[in-house]
């Protein structure tokens, strides 16, 4: 059985339908910022705290909507499952890339670069954006 990592993550989306896309200093995998939920802390508020560290995004909570709960291997961390509570926002505001983010890209979600995503970007997050209005998010499995 492999360890599983709660993490909170954004489909920030900007004017023309673009999502932002963020690598990891050290790491190849492009994903959606985010990060691991501490003990405690509600999903939403490791989000938002986590947007504020990494690319110095402040957002309230009703700017979210949820789009869904993903699993997939961990991009950066092996052996590792990631089980993602995640929210997509449109943001007009500009973002910087902070703390451990060496790379920021915005992408068509339905036309991705030849870029290396994360399994969880790429088989979940984006194709669950791109059919958003008949999905419905499953549960991760503990």
């Not at 990891?24 to 939920?37: D, E, L, N, R």
């Not at 560290?53 to 957002?59: A, F, T």
């Not at 339905?110 to 790429?122: D, K, R």
Request: hydrophobic residues 45%; negative net charge.
């Amino acid at each position: 059985m492999t360890a599983a990592i709660q993490i909170a993550a954004a489909v920030l989306l900007d004017g023309a339908g673009k999502v932002l896309l963020v690598r990891k200093a050290g790491t190849v995998a492009f994903m959606q910022p985010g990060g691991k939920i501490e003990p405690g802390e509600y999903p939403m508020e490791a989000l938002r705290r986590e947007l504020k560290e990494e690319i110095d995004l402040e957002l309230g909570a009703d700017a979210f909507t949820y789009l869904g709960a993903f699993s997939a291997p961990a991009a950066n961390e092996p052996g590792h499952q990631v089980c993602a509570e995640v929210y997509v926002a449109r943001i007009t505001e500009p973002v910087t890339n902070r703390a451990e983010i060496a790379e920021m890209i915005w992408i068509d979600p339905a036309t991705p670069p030849a870029i290396q995503l994360a399994q969880l970007t790429e088989y979940h997050i984006l194709p669950a954006l791109l059919a958003a209005g008949t999905f419905r998010g499953t549960t991760c499995l503990q």
